[in-house]
DNA sequence: GCATTGACGAAGG
DNA sequence: CCCTTCGCCAATG
């Protein structure tokens, strides 16, 4: 079954060099301004692997070994939906924190999830 | 080393 | 409009 006890654990295996992608969306999810939230395809997107969306849910599902904080709770899927709140400490704990961020939520969709939207393909271009 | 699964997404029926 | 299938990449069994 799906356990991994650290995928990185701040000691990202070097398959090659790029090995950065979960750094990448550490730093993403970081960035992500209080109050507003992205997608797992957004930021795929943003890193190139707009394709693989599954790989930053799998790279944030190792962002809770990691001792930095990590908003994942403002990363939801391209519905809106809160489809990891399942991997929190609590079911709930997803939406209170998004609660709390004054992100309302309404059967695990958040609501008006396209106007808080942030694209960090977007805010981030280098234009 | 092959088969299955997954915090997704887009396309097809 | 709802459900099913395929694709993508990595990890686990």
């Known amino acids: 079954m799906k356990k991994p006890d650290s995928p990185e654990n701040e000691k990202p295996r070097d398959p090659r060099k790029h090995n950065s992608f979960y750094e990448d969306v550490y730093e993403v999810v ?44 403002r990363v939801i899927n391209r519905n809106g939906m809160l489809t990891g709140k399942a991997h929190f400490a609590t079911p709930t704990r997803m939406q209170e924190l998004l609660e709390k961020e004054k992100i309302k939520v309404k059967d695990d969709v958040v609501v008006d999830f396209q106007k808080l939207f942030w694209d960090p393909a977007v805010e981030l271009k280098i234009d």
């Open 30 to 73: 970081k960035l992500i301004p209080r109050g507003r939230v992205t997608s797992y395809g957004a930021i795929a997107k943003y890193l190139g692997t707009k394709m693989s969306s599954r790989m930053v849910g799998w790279a944030l599902n190792g962002s809770h070994f990691s001792t930095e904080k990590i908003p994942a709770h």
